[in-house]
């Protein structure tokens, strides 16, 4: 089992485009709606339970974090979209910081947007597949807190968001997750290895 993502650590936390760190190297985005298990993944991901901060309230991230595993790969967790409670104001900032970074950051290579495999396909969710089709970025489909759902559930559920997602024109890939029992930790690990050239 490869530990390289034991490695990350926090590095900043950009509330504007001007605070970004310099572009260097790989970077892998984590998006997704609010409490859909987006912190939960990157702290299994990494080994660290409390790498990424996660919540019981949603919209707790509001900035774009950076977890640095080296000079040249990072992870960089998006604010959490669409929660209801987040003055309008605010969702609005939050809108314009993910668009500036998925549109012109150039060392991005990919996203992985976490859904929750009870309710895959929420209107923020096509928002991101909107900027991923836009700038011809790897999508990779985390399918979270699968544990929640039936064998044949997630069956299902994996079919039938690969069937939506096969008609986007671009690099694709799903699979189930969940951060409280190992499913699909390496799977998600192997996909992550290529986007960010690990061991090269």
Do not use: C
């Not at 900043?12 to 984590?30: N, R």
């Not at 409280?180 to 390496?186: A, N, R, Y």
Request: hydrophobic share 35%; charged share 20%.
């Amino acid at each position: 089992m490869s530990n390289f993502y034991n490695q990350a650590k926090f590095e900043i936390s950009v509330a504007a485009i001007k605070q970004l760190p310099p572009e260097q190297g790989y970077e892998v985005a984590f998006a997704g709606r609010s409490n859909a298990g987006k912190s939960s993944a990157i702290n299994a991901l990494t080994g660290r339970r409390s790498l990424a901060r996660t919540s019981k309230t949603p919209g707790r991230t509001q900035h774009l974090n950076f977890f640095r595993m080296d000079e040249q790969r990072a992870l960089v967790d998006l604010p959490g979209y669409g929660y209801a409670k987040v003055p309008e104001s605010v969702k609005r900032q939050w809108y314009e910081l993910i668009d500036n970074y998925l549109s012109n950051r150039q060392i991005l290579s990919g996203i992985v947007l976490i859904m929750d495999s009870r309710h895959p396909f929420g209107r923020s969710d096509q928002q991101i597949i909107d900027w991923a089709v836009a700038g011809s970025l790897p999508l990779h489909v985390l399918l979270s807190k699968a544990d929640k759902l039936g064998s044949n559930q997630r069956a299902n559920t994996l079919r039938e968001v690969r069937k939506q997602l096969t008609s986007l024109g671009i690099d694709t890939s799903t699979q189930l997750f969940s951060a409280t029992q190992p499913i699909g930790l390496e799977e998600l690990r192997a996909t992550l290895d290529g986007w960010l050239h690990v061991g090269e």
